[in-house]
């Protein structure tokens, strides 16, 4: 029912639309005929021009520009609207001799001289409405295309990323469960954690910054599990975090990059730095992580498949609101990233006091 009744809302809008159009377009040519000398005259000069306005307008609406300027067969369209300008100025003709044969009609200021040029005034008019009307839905399509190859490329994109960083943990586990480690335990609980945000957090276009943060507490405690004493973070995080929301597994990729091509090819001891700061709205990142020297990666794969993907992320996400450098030295990495986060939406305020209750109520 609802789906008939805006069907009729549409039907009555553009039927009011036209009505509107001729109205207009009398109007205009009544001014033209002397509308304040004489007003009954002047509108009925201009309604003997009215059927001929109604053909070619309605001809080039639904028959020559379709069919024909559209699909850029100019001389098909050009024909075309030479017939229907000559049927009218025969028309118009016809109507000249009419009203001079008609004495009832006497006093009609209608000249065969000028009885073509109103036609293709007003034609022009019409054919330049319909123009722009399909260049604005073509417009339209074609950003909603984009739009659809972006949604897609990003799933995409978090299919490759997922597997990938579950591949990394899973290995650490691996390596514990094979020593029979006590720290087996915990790392199952802690990857179940990394889970449960995958599934059900990760999904959103946005997440509270917090959250993404407490996602990457989640990963290093995982790390520092596997390297124990022979590895030093140092994790400074400052500013209002709870206020703002991010993409979510957007961080984690430089982090990994960290563990994975830095501190797990050294044999002594490792450190990484991790610095975040808001500042108003702008995030500013620090990620730097000692590597070994002698190592040939490769700067220009940006430490593989997970800094690719996030760097793709960056630039669909945001286009012309972030700067990313990463930097090799002789025995470090740095990661620097300036990015512009929007305001958390009201929905994540409230999951986000909830869940600060839960914890204080936990202890």
Known sequence: MLFKNKNWVRIFSKIGLHLLFWVLVLTYFAWGFGL???????????????????????TLLYFLVPKYLLKRRFLA?????TIVVSICGIYMIITQ???????A??????????????FIHVGAIAASIKLLKHWY????????????????????????LHPHFLFNTLNNLYSHTLDASPKSPEIVMKLSGLLRFMIYESNSARIPLST????????????????GDRLEISLTISGAIEKYQIAPLLIL???????????SRQIDQCWISFDLAMENKMMR??????????????????????LQNVKRRLQLLYKDQHSLHLVRLDEVFVVTLDLTLEELEDQYKDILVLNTEKKAYAV
């Open 212 to 227: 993404e943060l407490e996602l990457l507490q989640y990963y290093i405690s995982l790390e520092q599990l596997r390297y």
């Open 36 to 58: 304040d000398v004489n007003p009954k005259q002047s509108f009925l000069n201009a309604v003997f021009f009215l059927p001929g306005h109604i053909l070619t307008v309605y």
């Open 97 to 103: 001799l009419s009203v001079n044969n008609n004495p």
């Open 77 to 81: 369209f050009f024909v075309g609207f």
């Open 285 to 306: 990142f620090k990620l730097v992580n000692s590597i070994d020297p002698n190592a040939d990666d490769n700067l220009d794969k940006l430490g593989g498949l997970g």
């Open 137 to 160: 839905f073509q417009r339209q399509l074609t950003i909603e295309a984009e739009q659809q190859k972006t949604v897609a490329e990003l799933k995409l994109l978090k299919a490759q």
């Open 253 to 263: 990729p430089f982090l990994e990059n960290a563990f994975k091509h830095g501190t």
């Open 105 to 118: 009609l006497g006093g009609a200021n209608i000249t065969v001289g000028r009885n073509i040029l109103p």
